[in-house]
C-alpha cells in the first residue's frame, strides 16, 4: 500500500477518461431537434408579421398609383368647372357696371375679342345674330375640350385657354339672350352666383365619393376613431396623396 | 483521431453553419456519445448529463455560425459541454450535496490494484464528489484548464480553486485507497 502521487492520480483519470463514451439515449437528439424547430418557428412567425404588413402597404400602394391616372381625369374634370364658373363671374361684373373694361383675367386677343362682342351686343341690348351663331358654334365644343384639357390641363395650357374663353363668353351670352337688359343681367348674374354655388358644392360633395383617398378616408374613419387616423390621404394639385399614417410607435402627417 | 473522422466533421460544418437538419444529426451522432462522456464526469447522474448533453448540442447549433476554425470542432462542441456542465452546476448552487463517503462500498468491486480499476469505478469515484470538487477536478485534470480560467469561470478565486483540487484529489486517493485495501483484505481472506 503505497502513497498515491497526485501525478499518479491525474494520470490515471486522464488516461481513462480520453477515450471515455457513453451512448446517450436516442430520444435525446429528438429533444434538441424539436427545441431547434421552436426556435426556428418562432422566428418564422415573426417574420410573417413584417411580410404580412409589408404585403399589406405594396397592395395599398400599387392600387393607389394603378388608379391615380385615372383620378386625374376626374379631379381635373371638376376643377375645370369650377375655374368655370370663377372666370365667369369676373365677366359679369365688369359687363353690367362698365362695359369697355376688360376682365381682370389675362386673356388673350381671341378672349378679348369674344368678350368684345358681347359687349357689344349688351350695348345694343340685343344680341346679334352672328354672336349668337358664334356661341352656338362654341357650345358644342365645350363639352368635348373640357375633356381634353382635363386630361392634360397643366401640360397644355395653350389649349386650355382657348376653351375656358369661349365657355365664358357663352355662359355670358346665353343669360343675355333672354333677357336683354342691364336689370334682367345683373338678376341674371345673381342667379350664376347662386348656381356657381351649388355647383362648387356639389363638386365638393363628389369629389368625396369620386376619388379613392377619400372613399379610403370614409372607410377608415368608421373603423379608427382617433384623430389621427391609421392611414389618411387629401386631394393635391397632382392626384390623391398620402396625408397622414400612424402605425401606434410610426406616425406620419404632411402639413397641410 | 484519423483524418477521415477530421473530413467527415469539416465537411458537416458547413451544413450545421446553414442550418441543415440533416447535417446536424450527423454531426450530432458522430459526437454524442464522446460529449456525453464529457457530460457525465461533470453530472450527478446520466440523467443530468443528458439535460447538460442536450443543452449543450442546441447551443453549438446555435453558435456554430461563430466558429472561425481556430482548433478543432470537436475541441469547440466540447468547451460548449463544459461551460453548460458549468452554467448548470451555477444555476444549482444553492442545492450542494454533501458526499457520504460511505456510499462508495454500495456496489462490490471486481478490481484489485489501481491500474485495473474499471472506467465506471472512476467515474463512480468522480460522480461522487462533491458538484464544486467534481467541476475543479475535472477542468483542471481532464481538460487542462489553468487555476485562473477556472476561478473566473466558477466565479470563485485561485486559492479557493487550488484548494477545491486537492480536497478532491485527497478524497479520491482515500477512495482507491480504501477500495485497493477492501480488495488486498478479500485477496488475503
New interface residues.
Given amino acids: 500500500m503505497h502513497p498515491i502521487s497526485d501525478k499518479e492520480l491525474d494520470k490515471l483519470f486522464r488516461q481513462r477518461f480520453d477515450e471515455f463514451e457513453v451512448e446517450p439515449s436516442d430520444a435525446v437528439w429528438g429533444k434538441i431537434s424539436d427545441q431547434l424547430n421552436d426556435q426556428k418557428i418562432g422566428r418564422k412567425s415573426y417574420s410573417s408579421f413584417w411580410m404580412a404588413a409589408a404585403g399589406i402597404i405594396l397592395v395599398l400602394s400599387a392600387a393607389l398609383w394603378l388608379f391615380r391616372p385615372v383620378e386625374v381625369i376626374k379631379l381635373q374634370g371638376v376643377a375645370q368647372i369650377k375655374e368655370e364658373s370663377n372666370l365667369a363671374a369676373p365677366v359679369h361684373e365688369p359687363a353690367k357696371e362698365t362695359i369697355t373694361t376688360a376682365p381682370a383675367n389675362d386673356l388673350d386677343s381671341k378672349l378679348s375679342a369674344a368678350v368684345g362682342d358681347t359687349k357689344v351686343s349688351e350695348k345694343n341690348t340685343e344680341m346679334s345674330n352672328a354672336q349668337i351663331k358664334v356661341q352656338e358654334d362654341v357650345q358644342p365644343l365645350v363639352g368635348k375640350e373640357v375633356i381634353i384639357a382635363a386630361v392634360n390641363k397643366d401640360k397644355a395650357p395653350l389649349i386650355q385657354e382657348p376653351v375656358s374663353k369661349p365657355v365664358i363668353s357663352h355662359a355670358d351670352s346665353f343669360d343675355k339672350v333672354g333677357e336683354g337688359d342691364v336689370y334682367a343681367r345683373s338678376l341674371a348674374k345673381s342667379e350664376i352666383t347662386e348656381e356657381i354655388q351649388t355647383e362648387t358644392a356639389v363638386s365638393t360633395g363628389q369629389r368625396k365619393i369620386k376619388s379613392i383617398g377619400g372613399l379610403v378616408n370614409f372607410v377608415i374613419a368608421k373603423v379608427d376613431h382617433r384623430e389621427d387616423k391609421i392611414i389618411e390621404f387629401k386631394d393635391g394639385d397632382e392626384g390623391t396623396e398620402l396625408a397622414g399614417l400612424n402605425l401606434g410607435l410610426v406616425k406620419f402627417r404632411s402639413r397641410k | 483521431m484519423n483524418v477521415d473522422y477530421r473530413n467527415t466533421i469539416d465537411s458537416l460544418l458547413e451544413g450545421c453553419k446553414r442550418?441543415d437538419?440533416k447535417a446536424?444529426?450527423s454531426l450530432?451522432?458522430i459526437l454524442?456519445?464522446?460529449m456525453?462522456?464529457?457530460c457525465?464526469?461533470y453530472a450527478k447522474d446520466?440523467y443530468e448529463?443528458?439535460d447538460v448533453?442536450?443543452m449543450g448540442?442546441?447551443k453549438v447549433?446555435?453558435k456554430i455560425s461563430e466558429f472561425r476554425g481556430e482548433g478543432s470542432l470537436e475541441g469547440w462542441i466540447r468547451r460548449i459541454m463544459v461551460n453548460t456542465a458549468i452554467e448548470t452546476y451555477r444555476k444549482n448552487l444553492r442545492n450542494l450535496n454533501v458526499v457520504d463517503i460511505d456510499e462508495v462500498y454500495d456496489q462490490p468491486q471486481s478490481t484489485f490494484d489501481?491500474?485495473g480499476?474499471e472506467?465506471k469505478d472512476?467515474?463512480n469515484l468522480?460522480q461522487e464528489l462533491s458538484n464544486g470538487y467534481r467541476l475543479v477536478?475535472n477542468m483542471y485534470?481532464?481538460e487542462g484548464y489553468s487555476h485562473k480560467e477556472i476561478a473566473e469561470s466558477l466565479g470563485i478565486t485561485e486559492g479557493a480553486s487550488k484548494s477545491q483540487l486537492s480536497r478532491a484529489?485527497s478524497i479520491?486517493?482515500e477512495k482507491?485507497?480504501k477500495m485497493?485495501?477492501l480488495n488486498?483484505a478479500s485477496n488475503i481472506g
Wanted: proline share 0%; net charge positive.
Fill in positions: 442550418g437538419r446536424q444529426e450530432y451522432k454524442a456519445s464522446r456525453m462522456g464529457v457525465m464526469r446520466s448529463a443528458e448533453l442536450q448540442f442546441v447549433f446555435q489501481m491500474n480499476l472506467l472512476l467515474l468522480v477536478f485534470v481532464i484529489r479520491l486517493k482507491i485507497l485497493e485495501g488486498y
